[in-house]
């Protein structure tokens, strides 16, 4: 942060000195948070995407399929087994297009629901588990022994001195494999 000093008054030899000075405070710690999160509404223009197309192609326009985005998940409702591939694969594509991480996408078991119908319930992954935070932490402390990391709620938050430390962090957390997708925030 930079601050400015305006100064008035008299030098040593009793001359009269006007001027301005800078300092420059340096912050003692830098930190990023670890978060697990998406774009809802780049999930809300997707959903839109696929429900376009399903409406346009000539094997899914006939098949009766609903897309419900709900808070926590979306439910495909469609025909058959097959036209519900084809439709998670638009939702595939649509999602990689629009920079959504596959990884917020949790496909459960098919239901069948009557009619030769067949439901299919895609939970939506938000925000970093309990468990998943501790591994993180852990990896991180064992690894990188000048920065601390604090779970936050759904969140990590990553400490250290120097600038490099922590890049070295999200590099290390980057190669991690986990079933949600990582972001880091609030880099200062």
Do not use: H, W
Not at 137 to 157: F, H, N, Y
């Amino acid at each position: 942060m930079d601050s400015f000093l305006f100064y008035a008054g008299r030098n040593q030899t009793g001359r009269r000195q006007v001027g301005l000075t800078a300092s420059i405070a340096m912050a003692d710690s830098f930190s990023f948070d670890c978060v697990s999160d998406f774009d809802r509404q780049e999930l809300v223009n997707t959903v839109d995407q696929v429900r376009r197309e399903v409406g346009q192609r000539y094997d899914l326009k006939d098949s009766g399929t609903t897309i419900d985005l709900e808070e926590a998940a979306l439910v495909i409702t469609t025909a058959s087994d097959m036209t519900l591939q084809a439709v998670e694969d638009v939702l595939r594509q649509k999602a990689t297009k629009r920079d959504l991480s596959l990884k917020i996408f949790d496909f459960q078991t098919l239901e069948p629901v009557g009619g030769n119908r067949v439901k299919q319930v895609v939970k939506l992954r938000k925000g970093l588990s309990q468990e998943l935070a501790k591994k993180l932490s852990k990896t991180v402390r064992d690894q990188l022994k000048k920065v601390t990391v604090a779970i936050q709620g759904e969140s990590l938050r990553v400490t250290g001195k120097s600038k490099d430390d922590l890049q070295a962090a999200i590099q290390l957390l980057k190669a991690q494999d986990v079933e949600v997708p990582l972001q880091f925030e609030n880099f200062r």
